[in-house]
Antibody
Framework: QVQLQESGPGLVKPSETLSLTCTVS????????WTWIRQPPGKGLEWIGN???????NYSPSLETRVTMSVDTSKNQFSLKLSSVTAADTAVYYC????????????WGQGALVTVSS | EIVMTQSPVTLSVSPGERATLSCRAS??????LAWYQQKLGQAPRLLIY???TRATGIPARFSGSGSGTEFTLTISSLQSEDFAVYSC?????????FGQGTKLEI
């Protein structure tokens, strides 16, 4: 079991870009798919997208025009950028590790609350 | 997009009793179904994947069943630490989607 930790600004202004980084410890980022998931306050979970350690990505169709994910294997980190944010993007953002046999999520970070407000 | 519908929204059960939670998919997802437990202020925790396989370290009182569009999570003999929100997730079809959750309360 690896440990994941999200980091980044907790407050982002409308129309700007949300940026978060997930640092993986206790294991290598190599060989796995990594994921971002978000949860608006009081609501359910929403899958944002996956990135393979080699950089291959797939994103949720509802967000794909605004999302960019990247990975830095030398730092054991992967990142999320979400552009043109609005108040609807206010949520707890989780990074997670995908399972080996399917896109379920084995290990999770503690979550980072990002608020979009001027 | 596959819509996951969970019922009931809230389930009130006493410690020691059995809880049965349901999850329905708008399309067949075969056995590509996971269950998560989430306590207030915490990240979700994987309980079940493949509809019925317990994740590492999950007690045997948690069991999953079903395939296709109808799934069930059963918790036998509820412990105090089991009162939480439970969410299902399908991973047969991209985009991967979650149910809105069932709150299990005392």
């Amino acid at each position: 079991q690896v440990q994941l930790q999200e980091s980044g600004p907790g407050l982002v202004k409308p129309s700007e870009t949300l940026s978060l980084t997930c640092t993986v410890s206790g294991g290598s980022i190599s060989g796995y798919y990594w994921t971002w998931i978000r949860q608006p306050p009081g609501k359910g979970l929403e899958w944002i997208g996956n990135i393979y350690y080699r950089g291959t990505t797939n994103y949720s169709p509802s967000l794909e025009t605004r999302v960019t994910m990247s990975v830095d294997t030398s730092k054991n980190q992967f990142s999320l950028k979400l552009s043109s944010v609005t108040a609807a993007d206010t949520a707890v953002y989780y990074c997670a590790r995908r399972g080996l046999s399917g896109t379920y999520f084995i290990d999770w970070g503690q979550g980072a609350l990002v608020t979009v407000s001027s | 997009e596959i819509v996951m519908t969970q019922s009931p929204v809230t389930l009130s059960v006493s410690p020691g009793e059995r809880a049965t939670l349901s999850c329905r998919a708008s399309q067949r997802v075969f056995s590509s179904l996971a269950w998560y437990q989430q306590k207030l202020g915490q990240a979700p925790r994987l309980l079940i994947y493949g509809a019925s396989t317990r994740a590492t370290g999950i007690p045997a009182r948690f069991s999953g069943s079903g395939s296709g569009t109808e799934f069930t999570l059963t918790i036998s003999s509820l412990q105090s630490e089991d009162f939480a929100v439970y969410s299902c997730q399908q991973y047969d079809n991209w985009p991967y989607t979650f149910g809105q959750g069932t709150k299990l309360e005392i």
